[in-house]
């Protein structure tokens, strides 16, 4: 590219790639790729540096996020640039200038955005816009952290990220608040949006549907509303069961869901549990919901916890610089800390928090200091009694039978399941949940637990009504 000057100082490909490598420095790996790559350097005119950008996105983040870098460090050559300016170039499209209007994505540790992100302009429909999905770095599939309990909605949610042929229409995500779906569908808007510029992705709860829905009947926009969201290419809808018992938002969602689908449009859903079960969703949806692929994103386990944990530290660092953990703190915060992941993730910012203000390595007795209230609430301890007398109302049966003898199927499978429940939700060990089962041996509990995980992998009710019991326990 040709050589750009500007009162004598010449700014060249080859100086914005220095400044680049030190970008690369300064803002991190991922960064680096998902923001500073993309730019284009076109030239320096007058104190102010242009660039072409892919998106609007781009631009936009780029410009509140690093600009001042960007700025500081061209400016380090000797003559100062004041400003920088974005080009949106994009194949067949109208170039379009960006200022830095930012997208609405809050500083919090929230990713839903609560006002819509921000418009996408310029396809001639007036001021009704949509809302474009956020591209919000932290959540991306690179601060995705995989385990047992997440790897099939992860790996689903990457294949619809590859924005090859629709696979599965819709990709239904559920599971309990706080175990990563909002996550995984703003890294699904996330990685198509950089792979696909031109497609129109679209990342909504559930409730902001609603929400447009009804103020477009009430400005008798209704017509441009479904015109709108039926030229969607990519729709995330989060938090569905937010529509349940809205009777004239369940039909247009439901007339939207088969618009798209019949266009061959990929939707990704997510709802707080199988759509099978939500309440007072018409069955017709419910049915369309499960036509495509449904998958649960299950409780964390130990070594998720560890690993997200892990993870989070070496994001904090990067704010708090190298503040030591003594050894076993991130061991017994996964373990203590069995709640969801917003309530692991909240903890470790209070922590950092708190031990960069008094200056202090984070300890165990730091931990427990800073952490009480968190520790106490995750304290709450499923009891054994509770499991059975929740899977006896479960099963219709008497919460004797859980401890008495008889063996008879309807008796014995309920009886295996609570068994297989305690392993699971408790802390207690195979002979004392026996003797809490009218004292049976640890055999015969180990048994119970092995022939529900059996049957769970080749009955789907039983599967069902582990993950039932499951969640009624644990509310
Ligand atoms: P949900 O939508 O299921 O209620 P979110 O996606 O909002 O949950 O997740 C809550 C918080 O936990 C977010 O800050 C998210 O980034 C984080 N989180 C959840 N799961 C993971 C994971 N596997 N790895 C890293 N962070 C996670
Ligand atoms: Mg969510």
């Known amino acids: 590219m ?43 005119k007058d104190g102010v540096a242009s660039f072409s950008v892919p998106t609007q996105f781009v631009g936009d983040w780029v410009s509140r996020n690093f600009a001042d870098q960007i700025k500081h460090l061209m400016s380090r050559g000797g003559k100062p640039v004041s400003r920088i300016r974005f080009t949106v170039c994009r194949q067949g499209r109208a170039k379009n200038d960006t200022k830095g209007s930012g997208i609405g994505t809050a500083a919090g540790s929230k990713p839903v955005p609560a006002t819509p992100a921000r418009v996408r302009s310029g396809n001639g429909d007036g001021d009704f816009g949509l809302p474009q999905a956020p591209l919000d770095p932290r959540f991306t599939f690179d601060s995705f952290v995989v385990g047992k309990p997440n790897e099939l909605a992860y790996t ?55 929400y447009r829905f009804i103020r477009a009947l009430r400005d008798s926009k209704a017509l441009k509303f479904k015109q709108q969201f039926r030229s969607i290419d990519v729709l995330l809808i989060d938090d569905v069961q937010f529509i349940a018992g809205k009777n004239s938002t369940q039909d247009e969602f439901f007339h939207t869901f088969n ?66 953990i003594a050894d076993g703190v991130l061991e017994f915060l996964a373990q203590r800390i069995s709640g969801n992941v917003r309530t ?21 007795e730091l931990a427990q200091d800073c952490l009480a209230d968190i520790l106490r609430a995750s304290d709450r301890k499923i009891s054994i009694e509770e499991i059975q007398r929740k899977v006896a109302e479960h099963y219709n049966i ?61 009955d789907s009710q039983i599967a069902d009504d582990v993950e039932i019991l499951r969640r009624s326990l644990e509310d």
Request: hydrophobic share 40%.
């Open 2 to 44: 040709a050589v750009k000057t500007w009162m004598g100082y010449r700014m060249t490909d080859s100086t914005w790639g220095k400044v680049k490598e030190e970008l690369r420095k300064s803002v991190g790996k991922n960064s680096f790729v998902t923001w500073i790559e993309p730019l284009e350097f076109t030239g320096l």
């Open 156 to 210: 689903a949610a990457r294949r619809v990220a590859e924005g090859g042929p629709v696979a599965y229409n819709p990709l239904f995500l559920y599971g309990g608040v706080g175990l990563g779906k909002t996550h995984l569908m703003l890294a699904i808007a996330h990685a198509l949006q950089i792979r696909k510029p031109e497609l129109r992705i679209v990342y909504i709860s559930a409730e902001q549907f609603m």
């Open 259 to 324: 618009a798209l689908v019949q266009e061959n449009k990929q939707l990704v859903i997510s709802g707080d549990r199988a759509p099978g079960e939500i309440k007072d969703m018409e069955e017709r949806i419910k049915s369309r919901l499960q036509c495509g692929l449904v998958i649960d994103l299950h409780p964390t386990d130990y070594e998720l916890r560890l690993g997200i944990l892990q993870h989070k530290v070496e994001q904090q660092r990067q704010q708090y610089g190298d503040l030591r």
């Open 344 to 364: 692991l993730e909240g903890a470790l910012i209070r922590l950092f928090a708190f031990a960069s203000l008094v200056g202090r390595e984070i300890t165990l």
């Open 398 to 458: 008497r919460l004797s039978d859980m401890i008495g003898p008889r063996r008879v199927r309807t008796i014995a499978r309920p009886r295996q399941m609570a068994m297989y429940l305690a392993k699971q939700l408790t802390s207690r060990s195979l002979p004392e949940i026996g003797r809490r089962f009218g004292g049976r041996d640890h055999t015969t509990v180990m048994h119970g637990v092995r022939r529900i995980e059996e049957l769970m992998a080749s």
